[in-house]
């Protein structure tokens, strides 16, 4: 590449003033060579973690995986009798308000305002085998309980 291929000269405006020039464009080959060494980094990362998980023994990738689907549908069965509890909680709350006159949108609106209690309080809970585990556990996700008690 020679001088002249750098040079650049500008042609004057109307009024006899002249344009900034523009800077060339970024030489594409180093952009190029950049973004393929960026790439390169996080294969590498990759092909190492890989290699790290291949290099145990196939037992031991094997009882990770069960530990994980043991863990799995422990999680899931808990959900499914945490959903049968609240829905049958939320069922004898519904009957016994009806015994006494109260509407089903004042049952949720006062549920609301208890639940805002224990998320916003101070440590208040109902009592019960478990209560401190799950106050525990709210604590840990009120910025997620705050989004949907609003």
Request: glycine share 6%.
């Amino acid at each position: 590449m020679s001088l002249t291929d750098k040079l650049q000269i500008p042609t004057a405006n109307a009024g006899g003033s002249f344009a900034a020039p523009v800077p060339p464009p970024a030489d594409s080959a180093a952009d190029a060579l950049r973004d393929a060494q960026a790439q390169h980094a996080v294969l590498a990362e990759q092909l190492d973690a890989v290699n790290e998980l291949l290099a145990k023994p196939l037992n031991e990738i094997l009882a990770d995986r069960e530990r994980f689907k043991e863990s799995a549908a422990a999680w899931d069965a808990f959900g499914a009798m945490w959903m049968l509890s609240q829905r049958a909680m939320k069922r004898v709350a519904l009957d016994l308000a009806a015994q006494f006159g109260v509407s089903e949108d004042e049952v949720v609106a006062r549920a609301l305002v208890h639940a805002n209690e224990v998320l916003n309080g101070d440590g208040v809970d109902l009592g019960g085998l478990i209560a401190e585990a799950q106050l525990a556990h709210i604590a840990r996700h009120k910025p997620l309980l705050r989004k949907q008690f609003r």
